[in-house]
């Protein structure tokens, strides 16, 4: 293509160094690069968007925030200087590639502290409503602690790979006065940990009636070091969220029904008739009760003193009150049916037979 004279000469004078045409080229390029990243951005945003909207799994929503959170003067910013690379610029030629990285470092931040919010975001929205403010301050916690590591792991590359800093003594120092602190709060931090554990394994929330060792109670509150449960007696119980996970916990409001079992115990001189029928005896007064699903009842062994028969039915609702109202009307309507069946309920006794003059002088009595 022929170009007139005057623009030739236009296009060749020299500006700072450089002809017009190298900054016109420079322009061009930033230009299109950054028309190519914006669109790059639109497009992953876009498609991002709809597949996360059809599936349910967080990595792709936890993406798009990710790539909503890229900023545009970052990506101008990156073609200009991409642009501007091909150019004499003196000194500020030496700049251009620690400001790049020190660019997409910060951006790179960016996108981390967006994934952390998004993950504290998503845990957060299936508390609301709860009332656990514990977990929720716990969370939140947690995500500024985690913007924290971040940065600081940001300021080290950077240090690094920027300003050619050796941090290898840095690093080195930073970890043995971790392990230091480590060591001289490790008790605080295994109850830490333990916290964590019981806000994301959720093995009780409060307000669960639970069970630890020989405790029984409900739960408070859950916090950092410690977790506080309310004792059936009355008292507050104020155990170490490490020793709390350490125990056998039983979690009473989990539970989907109770299973019951139960002896009665009758005496040797009962007829096997009479024993032959009180299993079915004891089945209909069962099944009579709601909600109820009777199991089983037989004659399971002859122990010291009497015939018993171990009996065993489920309570198909959690509720202790109504477990209990179940048991005391089983109990009496036993009690009218055996009296009506003229059945006696055992006693612990013990019969002694003696032999030899002890036994003699016994039977005769004191002589006068």
Same mark, same amino acid.
């Given at each position: 293509?022929?170009?007139?004279?005057?623009?030739?000469?236009?296009?060749?004078?020299? +500006?700072?160094?450089?002809?017009?045409?190298? *900054?016109?080229?420079?322009?061009?390029?930033?230009?299109?690069?950054?028309?190519?990243? &914006?669109?790059?951005?639109?497009?992953? /945003?876009?498609?991002?968007?709809? $597949?996360?909207?059809?599936?349910?799994?967080?990595?792709? !929503?936890?993406? +798009?925030?990710?790539?909503?959170?890229?900023?545009? *003067?970052? $990506? /101008? $910013?990156?073609?200009?200087?991409?642009?501007?690379?091909?150019?004499?610029?003196?000194?500020?030629?030496?700049? #251009?590639?620690?400001?790049?990285?020190?660019?997409?470092?910060?951006?790179?931040?960016?996108?981390?502290?967006?994934?952390?919010?998004? *993950?504290?975001?998503?845990?957060?929205?299936?508390?609301?409503?709860?009332?656990?403010?514990?977990?929720?301050?716990?969370?939140?916690?947690?995500?500024?602690?985690?913007?924290?590591?971040? *940065?600081?792991?940001?300021?080290?590359? %950077?240090?690094?790979?920027?300003?050619?800093?050796?941090? %290898?003594? &840095?690093?080195?120092?930073?970890?043995?006065?971790?392990?230091?602190?480590?060591?001289?709060?490790?008790?605080?931090?295994?109850?830490?940990?333990?916290?964590?554990?019981?806000?994301?394994?959720?093995?009780?929330?409060?307000?669960? /009636?639970?069970?630890?060792?020989?405790?029984?109670?409900?739960?408070?509150?859950?916090?950092?070091?410690?977790?506080?449960?309310?004792?059936?007696?009355?008292? #507050?119980?104020?155990?170490?969220?490490?020793?709390?996970?350490?125990?056998?916990?039983?979690?009473?409001?989990?539970?989907?029904?109770?299973?019951? #079992? +139960?002896?009665?115990?009758?005496?040797?001189? %009962?007829?096997?008739?009479?024993?032959?029928?009180?299993?079915?005896?004891?089945?209909?007064?069962?099944?009579?009760?709601?909600?109820?699903?009777?199991?089983?009842?037989?004659?399971?062994? +002859?122990?010291?003193?009497?015939?018993?028969?171990?009996?065993?039915?489920?309570?198909? !609702?959690?509720?202790?009150?109504?477990?209990?109202?179940?048991?005391?009307?089983?109990?009496?309507? &036993?009690?009218?049916?055996?009296?009506?069946?003229?059945?006696?309920?055992?006693?612990?006794?013990?019969?002694?037979?003696?032999?030899?003059?002890?036994?003699?002088?016994?039977?005769?009595?004191? #002589?006068?």
């Amino acid at each position: 293509m022929h170009v007139p004279a005057p623009l030739t000469e236009i296009l060749d004078h020299v +500006f700072l160094k450089n002809s017009v045409e190298s *900054w016109l080229n420079a322009v061009l390029t930033a230009g299109i690069l950054f028309v190519v990243l &914006l669109v790059v951005r639109r497009f992953a /945003a876009s498609y991002l968007g709809k $597949l996360s909207a059809r599936t349910t799994n967080q990595v792709d !929503d936890m993406v +798009f925030a990710m790539i909503t959170g890229t900023r545009i *003067w970052v $990506l /101008a $910013l990156i073609a200009l200087l991409t642009g501007m690379h091909a150019l004499d610029l003196g000194r500020f030629s030496d700049y #251009q590639g620690p400001i790049t990285r020190l660019v997409i470092l910060w951006q790179a931040a960016v996108w981390g502290g967006a994934a952390v919010n998004f *993950w504290v975001n998503h845990h957060l929205s299936h508390r609301e409503g709860s009332g656990d403010r514990a977990s929720v301050a716990m969370i939140s916690a947690i995500g500024v602690g985690a913007k924290v590591i971040l *940065w600081a792991l940001l300021l080290l590359t %950077t240090l690094k790979s920027v300003f050619n800093v050796e941090i %290898t003594a &840095l690093i080195t120092g930073l970890g043995v006065s971790g392990i230091a602190v480590a060591l001289a709060v490790q008790n605080i931090l295994g109850d830490l940990l333990a916290a964590l554990a019981i806000v994301f394994d959720k093995p009780f929330d409060v307000g669960d /009636a639970i069970g630890v060792d020989q405790i029984s109670g409900t739960v408070e509150h859950i916090g950092l070091k410690t977790t506080r449960i309310r004792s059936t007696s009355g008292e #507050q119980i104020i155990i170490g969220n490490g020793d709390l996970l350490k125990s056998r916990l039983r979690n009473y409001r989990r539970m989907h029904q109770r299973r019951v #079992q +139960f002896n009665l115990d009758v005496p040797f001189d %009962t007829t096997p008739d009479v024993l032959a029928r009180l299993p079915g005896i004891v089945e209909q007064i069962i099944a009579a009760q709601t909600p109820v699903k009777f199991d089983r009842c037989h004659v399971s062994s +002859f122990v010291e003193s009497a015939i018993r028969l171990e009996t065993v039915y489920f309570v198909l !609702d959690p509720d202790y009150k109504m477990y209990m109202d179940v048991q005391q009307a089983i109990y009496l309507e &036993l009690l009218r049916r055996f009296a009506s069946e003229q059945v006696k309920f055992a006693l612990p006794s013990r019969t002694v037979y003696h032999e030899g003059p002890l036994a003699k002088d016994l039977a005769v009595g004191p #002589q006068p």
